[in-house]
């Protein structure tokens, strides 16, 4: 069964490369591309087909019920190749046509900018034009978002998705419980290095920043 965000990434394959999603073992999965579900693995849908734009793709392998991570990883995707992989729920993702595509390392960027080097950009300043930043819930524990100490959203429930916009600069983040308040991540954003940071809330780990991995440190 493809969501329709699935439906909508493969509607322009003249602009992006086939990705397919294939079960290994009939287990029921939910397959996530940059945090966002393109589709769904079980006993009925052992396919999952997709087109992705060239470049690096964050990808999660998560169980249906309870929305554990079973695998997860970078896959590189390049012009004129289509991926095929594998997926199971005790064997993982597994690249069938170029096993390098995949890692489990965040791909390092050359280069560098304004965010990494300072604070908050004043407004007015060149490159001070805010950037949309998307926190997406990803295992459906209810969470509160603090930003240099203030609450900046309230998740709640699975595949909440929340926006906001900040100037570029180095931010201090902290992740915590919305019943007990305990404290799951904390940490520092970088902002200003791209027009847009989505990010992934899970509370069994550190957030993952899907378009740009060293924007989380």
């Given at each position: 069964?493809?969501?329709?965000?699935?439906?909508?990434?493969?509607?322009?394959?003249?602009?992006?490369?086939?990705?397919?999603?294939?079960?290994?073992?009939?287990?029921?999965?939910?397959?996530y591309?940059?945090?966002?579900?393109?589709?769904?693995?079980?006993?009925?849908?052992?396919?999952?087909?997709?087109?992705?734009?060239?470049?690096?793709?964050?990808?999660?392998?998560?169980?249906?019920?309870?929305?554990?991570?079973?695998?997860?990883?970078?896959l590189?995707?390049?012009?004129?190749?289509?991926l095929?992989?594998?997926?199971?729920?005790?064997?993982?993702?597994?690249?069938?046509?170029?096993?390098?595509?995949?890692?489990?390392?965040?791909?390092?960027?050359?280069?560098?900018?304004?965010?990494?080097?300072?604070?908050?950009?004043?407004?007015?300043?060149?490159?001070?034009?805010?950037?949309?930043?998307?926190?997406?819930?990803?295992?459906?524990?209810?969470?509160?978002?603090?930003?240099?100490?203030?609450?900046?959203?309230?998740?709640?429930?699975?595949?909440?998705?929340?926006?906001?916009?900040?100037?570029?600069?180095?931010?201090?983040?902290?992740?915590?419980?919305?019943?007990?308040?305990r404290?799951?991540?904390?940490?520092?954003?970088?902002?200003?290095?791209?027009?847009?940071?989505?990010?992934?809330?899970?509370?069994?780990?550190d957030?993952?920043v899907?378009?740009?991995?060293?924007?989380?440190?």
């Open positions: 069964m493809l969501t329709l965000l699935s439906l909508l990434l493969s509607a322009s394959p003249a602009m992006a490369e086939a990705v397919t999603f294939r079960s290994l073992d009939k287990a029921w999965m939910n397959v591309v940059d945090g966002r579900q393109v589709g769904e693995l079980d006993s009925f849908d052992l396919q999952v087909r997709v087109h992705l734009e060239p470049g690096v793709h964050r990808v999660e392998v998560r169980d249906f019920m309870d929305r554990r991570v079973i695998d997860s990883g970078w590189t995707v390049k012009r004129g190749q289509d095929a992989l594998g997926v199971g729920e005790h064997r993982g993702l597994l690249v069938y046509t170029d096993p390098r595509a995949l890692s489990d390392q965040a791909p390092s960027s050359g280069g560098s900018c304004r965010a990494h080097e300072s604070h908050h950009v004043r407004p007015g300043d060149p490159g001070s034009e805010p950037v949309r930043v998307e926190l997406h819930n990803i295992d459906g524990t209810w969470a509160n978002v603090r930003i240099d100490g203030r609450l900046v959203a309230e998740l709640r429930g699975p595949s909440d998705e929340q926006a906001l916009r900040l100037a570029p600069g180095v931010y201090t983040v902290q992740i915590s419980d919305f019943m007990d308040q404290v799951w991540s904390t940490g520092q954003l970088r902002v200003g290095c791209t027009d847009e940071l989505r990010i992934g809330i899970d509370e069994r780990r957030p993952v899907y378009n740009d991995p060293r924007a989380w440190i």
